[in-house]
């Protein structure tokens, strides 16, 4: 299944900064079908709006969990203060997406 619009930009902006060693971006849209914000950047229903993201990067050690969402909403904020509604991140060292 290829990413949409969205998702690609994502990835794109995560992989640039983060430089991680995995990115998984799953499209949770369809779950919030009939949502007031339901639709992403083209406002179609199942547009892209909610993320789930799991980001695994070096660039994390010694971050605590909250700057680590800062730090992906940073990256993020143009997408979040438009088409993305909702946005979990699981974001990991190495070492703990080993362990």
Sequence with gaps: ???GPIATIIRRKLTGALAPTRLEIEDDSARHAGHHHEGGMDAKP???SHFNLTVV???FVGQGRVQRQRAVNALLSEELAGPVHA???RALTPDEAEG
Excluded: F, K
Aim: zero cysteines.
């Design 1 to 3: 299944m290829s990413e």
């Design 46 to 48: 199942g547009g892209e």
């Design 57 to 59: 990067s070096a660039a």
């Design 87 to 89: 946005l979990s991140i």
